[in-house]
């Protein structure tokens, strides 16, 4: 019985170990996805706003009189 017995504790923190580490393997995917994700988020954003920070810079040349020169 005693035999039995440590046998299935052996089995339940074997597979407990076995399934941790898989799930650690899953996280460190999932981070690694997410910060890729992140990274081209950011670069989408950081376009849009060159762009945006040209056409300010577009209108206020156009908005702005010019004044001929003498």
């Known amino acids: 019985m005693d ?3 440590l ?3 052996g ?11 898989g799930r650690r393997a899953d996280i460190a995917l999932l ?3 997410t910060q890729r994700g992140f990274a081209q ?3 989408v954003v950081m376009d849009l ?3 945006v920070g040209r056409l300010e810079g577009r209108a ?3 908005s702005t009189p010019t004044k001929p020169s003498p």
């Open 31 to 33: 981070r690694e996805e």
């Open 60 to 62: 206020e040349a156009a």
């Open 49 to 51: 706003v060159n762009r």
């Open 7 to 9: 046998a299935l504790l």
């Open 41 to 43: 988020l950011t670069e």
């Open 11 to 21: 089995v339940s923190i074997t597979l407990m170990l076995y399934l941790d580490r």
């Open 3 to 5: 035999q039995a017995i």
